[in-house]
């Protein structure tokens, strides 16, 4: 394996606690070295990545991707998921269960990992939490663990039953894995295909309310609250309303491991951004009301917001591309994560790049239990992103490395550009 | 952390929402809000014209052109109306049902509509069940598409309709409208508001020629959003108190069709919104009674309001062929057409 040394940048490590002007040196998929500019020993033979001028940080971490291998090729495969997710700076992801067949079976958490899969960047399965997602019957989670699994979730589907969800919670606790919900209550959301609002009701859609949100989210935390001897781990999956953030944020109060995620296009956009029927703007949960908007910028800004998640969902063009209520839900979102979360949350709105980087990095590792990733400590995954934080750029669907184009943010001004994506030693991708 | 730091700290900017791109095509008809005023008050003015005009001379307006009639649900007067419309001016009309083509073997509407404009369509009219259908079809076809009914969402052509209605007989001899027209006058809609294509095209286009719209109907058929869609729409629940306050009353059918697993007690919904001749009588005797159709009779009106001299039902289903008239010209004659 190639020795790698990035000299010349601005090296920005949230879990370390630093920010400064280093050198780093990749030896054997881990970080070697760490050393001031041009003080970097043992060199020799390393190939030279220039990084003048650019921010050296730990790869990115999605904790909630769509990669639809097995079973939906035409969608996505592992290998155009995990180029995307290099193209956009990430070095993990995290690929729900939702696949065809789901993935509630130790041979398919495996088969996701293989290398005849030809990933870019490492995927860490996600397994289901009950038999074939139906909700009914929990999996055996240890073995989904011992066979690479990082978490637990039904997403796409909630676990609706009190019981269930209590099964689930206590026995992931049991293993040390985290349950992760995607919280809907699907009985109040029957043939809805956005946010219920004035919004809803003008375009003549069915509409999902708020509550159907937050009272799944609030029915786990009272389980979480009920099973506090045993520890569970709650996270729940691209949250979306004002209330659920705020009981997500009362259960911390309360000293319970409760965390959550929220996607970019949770924090950016609206019900308004529906516009007329703009496909690539359905998605589950929905865009919601500007107050909920607002919500989410506050929830990450202030840090009861733990990571942020793409929720990335490749469709085919076909498949968007008719009436609004027929399309499925979901948008990608891997390579435009980072220009996105540079633009607006450190431009925009001034968070200290560090804090950014970390709700990209350092927490989901942190959440997700991946050792040695998310920093860039010495002896860690040689796991990094080099971008200039400073280029501005032009989103265009067209260019991306996914197989699906469904995403809002087409033609959109991004802030900051990949250089380089290295995974475990390896350069994944490299800007023209 | 402090929530009041949260406040504190609120992002002054944030995204900008979408401009929208429709209509592509300037003879398309999508929504009521297409139209500005004065694009309303020249197809009501150019309704009249046509309804005069000598049909042997009318039917050379569009001699020849190719207008195809696309039709997922099932109709009769707004079907008919189109089709007897567009031959008025001469056209060619080819009508495709979800039932009877390629749409039941599962072409989807891109495709369907892609295949019109290949056999020469110039223009679509289109009937379909899911709200936002009609956009969708302009936008892969660039053809003029005009929108007969949207799922829950649109009927434009209707709303055109009943406010040809409403001025004969709350402003006898006005042809055109203006801002101020309906000034002073209350339109009540009372019924299944929330799936309704006719009551969300007429709340919004009513108060812009100066009516006043007041929504009548429980709150599982007339949420309270309904009221923000636009301005000059207000919520009376109360059907007595409504019927008292308006000069045109339409009413509107329950569409079991659309229900989705909504229970409704019919004898409880009948009692406090059905349109009887005393109820009537009582509290709205020189109001006229309007209807988009289908009627059930004995569910939201009586027989007897139906055919009673109140009623202008079927004067809106003759305004229907004429209001069409005009659409259709706008459609494909490029200065009958424009936004403006």
Known sequence: ?432 | MNPAITTARRPRSTPPAPVSPFPYHPGSLLSVLDLTVDGVSRLLVRATELENEDPIGRDRILAKRRIALLFYESSTRTRTSFELAAKALGADTTLVSSLSSSIEKGESLKDTGLTLRALGAEAIILRHNSSGAAWLLEEVTRLPVINAGDGMHEHPTQALLDLRTILTHLRPGVEGVAADTLAGATVMITGDILHSRVARSNMLLLPRVGARVLLCGPKELLPEQAARSGPGIEIERDFDAALAQSQAVMMLRIQAERLAGLQLDLDEYKANYQLTGQRLATHAPNAMVLHPGPIIRGLEITAGVADGVQSAILEQVTNGVAIRMAVVERALVADQGGRA
């Open chain 1, 1 to 432: 394996m190639t020795t790698l040394a990035i000299c010349g940048g601005r090296l920005v490590d949230p879990a370390a606690g630093v920010d400064a002007a280093k050198d780093i040196l990749l030896k054997e998929g881990r970080v070697a070295e760490i050393a001031g500019h041009g003080k970097l020993k043992g060199k020799n033979g390393a190939e030279v990545l220039d990084a003048t001028g650019l921010v050296v940080a730990p790869g990115l971490i999605d904790l909630h991707v769509h990669l639809r291998e097995p079973g939906q090729a035409y969608k996505e495969t592992i290998a155009t998921g995990t180029a995307a997710a290099a193209a956009g700076g990430f070095t993990s992801v995290a690929a729900m269960p939702n696949t065809s067949p789901v993935n509630d079976s130790p041979e398919v958490t495996r088969w996701m990992q293989a290398p005849e899969r030809g990933a870019q960047v490492r995927v860490f399965p996600i397994a289901a939490a009950t038999r074939g997602s139906k909700g009914e019957v929990i999996n055996d989670y240890a073995a989904l663990k011992a066979a690479g699994a990082v978490a637990i979730s039904d997403d796409g589907r909630p676990i609706l039953k009190d019981g269930v969800m209590r099964e689930s919670l206590a026995a992931a606790a049991r293993v040390g894995l985290t349950v992760i919900q995607h919280a809907e209550d699907t009985r109040m959301t029957q043939g809805a295909s956005m946010n219920l609002g004035p919004v809803s009701f003008k375009l003549g859609l069915r509409g999902m309310p708020p509550e159907a949100e937050s009272g799944i989210v609030e029915r786990d935390i009272r389980l979480v609250a009920e099973l506090r001897e045993s520890h569970p781990h709650l996270h729940v999956a691209h949250i979306s309303t004002a209330a659920a953030l705020a009981a997500v944020r009362q259960a911390r109060r309360n000293g319970l491991r409760v965390t959550c995620e929220v996607a970019p296009h949770h924090f950016l956009l609206t019900e308004e951004h529906v516009g007329l029927y703009n496909t690539h703007a359905k998605m589950n949960p929905p865009l919601r009301s500007a107050a909920d908007r607002d919500a989410m910028i506050g929830g990450i800004l202030d840090g009861v917001v733990d990571a942020i998640a793409t929720d990335h969902a490749p469709h085919a063009m076909h498949e968007k591309e008719i009436e609004f209520e027929l399309a499925p839900n979901g948008i990608i979102g891997l390579e435009t994560a980072l220009g996105l979360c540079l633009r607006w949350l450190h431009g925009e709105w001034k968070m200290p790049l560090g804090r950014v980087l970390s709700l990209m990095s350092a927490q989901p590792a942190a959440l997700l239990g991946l050792k040695c990733r998310g920093t860039l400590a010495v002896g860690s995954f040689a796991d990094v992103v080099v971008f200039d934080p400073k280029a501005e750029w032009t989103y265009r669907a067209t260019e991306s490395k996914s197989k699906a184009k469904n995403t809002p943010f087409d033609g959109w001004p991004m802030l900051g550009k990949v250089r380089w994506t290295i995974s475990e030693g390896r350069v994944a991708y490299a800007s023209a």
